[in-house]
């Protein structure tokens, strides 16, 4: 079911992979570092980082490399991991000390910019690649860190832990913006393109979706036996999951079904990647093996442009990768028709040929679903086919009430569809309002009210039909509010297939709003609104949508009038102005800033990094942010004066008082005492990050003199 280009051997397994530039980076858990081409798989460059480190686990994580060569070496009981760069040979450009224990796991944002790095001691760290620093600090957990994931484009970062505790921290906002407990530990994770969930695997191969705007675990219907060790997103709707086992996993996450489970006829998949179309899996016993993932692309999107379903099927199970690309989508698109063709052939007791027909698209379990249910139905069916030959429509409406599944057919379509004309028929014989015409009224609609589903309408319509001529008078007025009003009175009469056009229209039009208003087009939204008021149902929506509006004209005012504080506001309390184009581009003048900020926050510059960002200073929303870049001042303007003559006049208890005020006594800070020599020093085990920078007005200095 897939086809392999190559397999190629090391001699361990390999602990850290990427692709970059038509090259093959790789360490092995002995420290065998290799590159080599893509295309001959010729060896590059290859050396033994050292033959005296204890080898790692063969499904370790501590070590990572990023998408510009930098490459995170870690040790078993050390303390010290090194950041390494590899151009024309490997380079040692930072030694990396944050732990307390060994490190667990690391990964490279996608823009090779961040590394986050977390440690069996509990704790996490975010470290710029450039400034060879910490950016973030998180605090320490009870279990050490499981897993780390960046999101698609660096905004979020999730961050799991053997407590089963997991966390999301968005870059755009500083801090961690969701804390969820999971049943068990998370093993693997990854954020769809959306970046609205993160999608969790745990390690007793339960997979849910944590829902950021639900704030809440949803639990997906998948049923995989073997503990995940490797996931790969494709695209919104697929994943790749490899396993300590032998089996590898295609989902659809959206459908929540698998679609294949591959023998790989090798066990322990410790990671995968994709490159121009090919997946590399790497496993355990160090063999490298490559997929062509588009072999027979063409063969098979030709056979589906040709409705040539059972070829492209035949391509499919030669290469079962060709199920997720995008022009396998036509096997959904046409299914709706197969299924049908084949209820009749069914129903005709032509069994062989509608299993013909569906044979195709029986790789998709829930297809298969589908056409054994028909199959197991069949007579129901063939009854429905019976009653409609033979005209006996309200039997047959009554036979759908009673097997619902029935209403997915072409069959009932119509038939509801000649139940509305006869309701519409009759209301123009009860509107004439004449014995005679009355009497033909009721005769049109003789039987129809022992249909359970029709039921409340077809004896309201016999008993109240002038209601119902009311309503139908009000809609040919175009007078919509009293038309609703009297449905409000009325309840039977959403029973009908007008109330149904009505509602329709109204969502129709609601799109058409919800595209002006995205579009900033305020004053045409704003017209949609005033046309939609008359449709009551949609009185919440509109309200809701009106509002937002209100919000965005307002924001757009305040940005040409430079009110900071009142537009950071607004955006702090509704999220939904924070993707207006107008605040974006306004707030890029915040984190230009910021960028500008930082460059006197590594010289210690904590006076400059004040006048530059001065103007942000009580901004709620940016708060975090600040902090990030007053922390790293603050922290090089106390190493910057601990020597030389000025270090004799500072009183450095209250300096580093000062700084615990805003920040604890985080990591950092115990780190710098220890080097210090200035006769101060915390308790033995203080560690706890605080953020009670949220309380106070950021310093010009955190430097206090004697």
Known sequence: ?????????????????????????????????????????DVLYQKEISTSFESRHAYDTSMSISNTQELLLTQVKSLKSHLIKFTDKLSNVATVSLHKGDISCSTFSHNAKMLTIGGEDGKAYIYSVEDKEVLRTFPRRPDYVSHISFSQDDKFISIHYFDNSNIIYSFDKGTIVHEYKSDNVVAKALFPKTNNASINITKDTKIFKYDFKEEKNIELDFSIDEWPSAILHLNEDFVILGTRSKYLYILDVSKQIIIAKLD???????????????????????????????????????????????????????????????????????????????????????????????????????????????????????????????????????????????????????????????????????????????????????????????????NNLLIRYEVFNFANRFVEKRDFRSYFLIVDQNIFLREEEIYNRMLMIGNQTLAKLYEQEQNANYVKALEIVEYLKDFIPFKEKLEKVSLLITKKQQLIKNIKNANIQELYTAVQEDENLATLPAFIEFHNIFLELREEAHTFAKEGDSLNVFKTLSKYIEIEYVAHLLAQEFKVSYLNELKNNRQGEVADTIDWEKSLQQYTHYFGMDDEILELVKEFDVGVSFPDGASEATDGYISKELLRSVIVHS
């Open 264 to 458: 790989l006829e090798n066990i322990g998949v410790t990671s995968l990647f994709i490159d121009k179309e090919k997946l590399y899996i790497n496993f355990i016993d160090g063999e490298l093996r490559i997929l062509d993932m588009a072999n027979a692309l063409e063969e098979f999107e030709l056979s589906l442009k040709l409705k040539k379903f059972k070829e492209a099927t035949q391509l499919l199970q030669k290469n079962i990768f060709l199920a997720i690309h995008p022009s396998a989508r036509k096997y959904d698109e046409d299914w709706k028709d197969v299924l049908l063709k084949a209820k009749k052939s069914l129903a005709a007791n032509e069994k062989k040929t509608a299993e013909d027909m569906v044979k195709p698209f029986l790789f998709d379990p829930k297809k298969e679903e589908q056409f054994l249910f028909c199959l197991g139905n069949v007579q129901d069916y063939k009854l429905l086919l019976n009653h409609i030959e033979s005209r006996r429509y309200i039997d047959a409406l009554v036979l759908v009430d009673e097997k619902d599944y029935l209403r997915q057919t072409k069959e009932y379509e119509a038939l509801n569809k000649h139940f509305i004309k006869r309701i519409h028929d009759a209301k123009f014989l009860f509107a004439k309002n004449t014995p005679e015409f009355i009497v033909k009224a009721k005769a049109l609609l003789a039987g129809y009210s022992r249909i359970p589903s029709k039921k409340v309408l077809v």
């Open 1 to 41: 079911m897939y086809y392999t280009l190559k397999s190629l051997y090391n001699n361990s397994p390999i602990v850290a992979f990427n692709i970059i530039d038509d090259k093959v980076l790789l360490l092995n858990n002995q420290y065998r570092f290799l590159v080599f081409d893509t295309k001959n798989y």
